[in-house]
């Protein structure tokens, strides 16, 4: 039995291993979603009555709890998530992290670009108003002699 044969069995063994566990996560994750979402068997049904209104300040208080609660379980999970799999996590931050810093350097790059770009056109406006003032001072002084009549 080669070395190839040994590292392909175990190879197989861990994808075997790891698809089982993902399957359970999954599938325990959906039961626990559906489990949540029946209503309980000890409730009463409701009455055939609509629903009284609440008024929209006590709305609003339990959409900013329930958003609060929702937002810190998914805070828990992926907490439990980063220390289980820190590796994971580690290559994201630097992938993620990367493609961060060259978006940043680009985005400087672009600004100090746009600001030579602007300086230039400013230089450029000086100028171009200097050479309207200059040709427009020499139109007038070459139109001083030539209001004379000419003898």
């Known amino acids: 039995m080669g070395l190839g044969t040994l590292l392909k069995g175990i190879?197989?063994?861990?994808?075997?291993?790891l698809g089982n566990f993902f399957k359970l996560a999954i599938s325990g994750t959906i039961q626990a979603e559906v489990m949540e979402n029946q209503?309980?068997?000890n409730e009463q049904p409701t009455s055939s009555a609509p629903p009284i209104q609440k008024s929209e300040e006590g709305q609003a208080v339990n959409t900013a709890m329930g958003l609060k609660e929702s937002l810190e379980k998914r805070y828990l999970?992926?907490?439990?998530?980063?220390?289980?799999?820190p590796y994971v996590w580690a290559s994201y931050i630097v992938v993620y992290g990367g493609f961060a810093l060259w978006t940043t350097y680009r985005w400087r790059k672009l600004r100090?670009?746009?600001?030579?770009?602007?300086?230039?056109?400013e230089r450029l406006r000086k100028k171009q108003a200097e050479a309207e003032e200059s040709s427009s001072?020499?139109?007038?002084?070459e139109k001083g002699p030539s209001d004379k009549p000419s003898k």
């Open 77 to 85: 999970k992926v907490k439990e998530h980063a220390e289980t799999y």
């Open 137 to 141: 001072s020499t139109k007038v002084i």
């Open 39 to 41: 209503p309980k068997q």
């Open 112 to 121: 100090k670009t746009e600001d030579r770009v602007r300086a230039l056109q």
């Open 11 to 17: 190879f197989e063994t861990n994808n075997a291993v």
